[in-house]
């Protein structure tokens, strides 16, 4: 099980993802970390090109939670 974060905007996200992802902003991550600490599974984040996942993972590992950059949508959606 995983649970895959996408830190675009919500209209990014809109014009395309990954199926089952959620959207999260990067600018509201740190307003969601209890959310996400209690998430399931192994947390994968992602974005446009990877550089908003990179700052959203070092950001959450800096708060304890176990993830990884996934980095591009496109390149997990495959």
């Not at 099980?1 to 600018?27: A, K, Q």
């Not at 209690?38 to 090109?49: D, H, N, P, R």
Request: charged share 20%; glycine share 12%.
């Amino acid at each position: 099980m995983m649970t895959i974060i996408d830190v675009r905007t919500p209209g990014e996200f809109m014009n395309g993802n990954v199926e089952g992802s959620i959207n999260i902003p990067l600018h509201i991550i740190p307003a969601k970390v209890d959310e996400i600490r209690t998430m399931k599974g192994k947390i994968i984040l992602c974005c446009a090109s990877g550089g908003r996942s990179y700052q959203a993972t070092m950001f959450l590992k800096n708060q304890g939670i176990d993830c990884e950059n996934g980095g591009s949508w496109h390149a997990l959606a495959r």
